[in-house]
C-alpha cells in the first residue's frame, strides 16, 4: 500500500521535526518544506495527499500560499491543516475563508494533531486511507495485494500493483512521467522515465486482457492516466 504523502510547510525546526517524526511513525511519507515560495514551486510539481501549512513561513506567507492554491485547480481540494499562533477568533476565520479545512493553534498536542490529520484525510480523501479502491469494473484490494475485472483476477508484479494503486487513487488525473517515478519508485532512487513506459506496457496487457476495453490512457506529450469507464 503506498504511504499517503505529507507536506509540512514551517520554519520551527525543532517543530518539523517533531511533526515529521510523529507523522512517519503513523506511517505517513514526510516532506518538510521551510519557505512559502518553495513549497508553491514544489506544489507545482507534485501535490501531497495533504498539506500542513504554517500561517507565518517566511517569503510567501501561508495564508497567501492557501490563497493561491485554491486558485489552482490541481489543487483547489488539497486538505489544508494551517497551523498559527494566532488564536483569535477573526484570524481563525480568516483562515478558514481563505481555504484552510481545519486550524490548530499553536501550542496544540501532537495526539491532537495526528487526529486531525486523520480525520481531515477520512473525510476530504477517503480513497487514501480505503484497503479497497474501484474504478470501473476494476477493484484493486490493498491489504490482499489482489486486483479483480469484471470479477476476473488478474496477476500483477509488485511495481504493476502499486503503479495501478497510485492511478487508482486519482481517476482520470493525468501524470508526467516523472511524477510517476516520484509516487510510485520514490524520490530517492534514479531510474531512467522510459522505464515507466515498460511498466506501463505491462500493466496495460495484464488489465486488458482479451477483448476488454483499455482503461489506461497515454496522453503524448502529458504522461498517463486511469480512465472511469
Known sequence: MIAPKIMVVEDDEPLCVLLRYNLEAEGYQVEVITRGDEAELRLQENVPDLLVLDWMVPVVSGIELCRRLRLR????????????????????????????????????????FI?????????????????????GDIMLDRESHRVFRRKQEIRLGPTEFRLLEFLMRHPGRVFS???????????????????????????RKAVNQGRLPDVIRTIRGAGYAIQEQ
Open 115 to 135: 487526529a486531525r490529520v486523520r480525520a481531515l484525510l477520512r473525510r476530504a480523501k477517503p480513497e487514501v486511507l480505503s484497503t479497497v479502491l474501484k474504478v
Open 73 to 112: 485547480p490541481e489543487t483547489e481540494r488539497l486538505p489544508i491543516i494551517m497551523l498559527t499562533a494566532r488564536g483569535e477568533e477573526s484570524d481563525r476565520v480568516r483562515g478558514l475563508s481563505t481555504g484552510a479545512d481545519d486550524y490548530l493553534v499553536k501550542p496544540f498536542s501532537t495526539p491532537e
Open 177 to 203: 512521467r516523472a511524477q510517476l517515478l516520484d509516487n510510485v519508485w520514490g524520490e530517492t532512487i534514479y531510474i531512467d522515465e522510459r522505464t515507466v513506459d515498460v511498466h506501463v506496457g505491462r500493466l
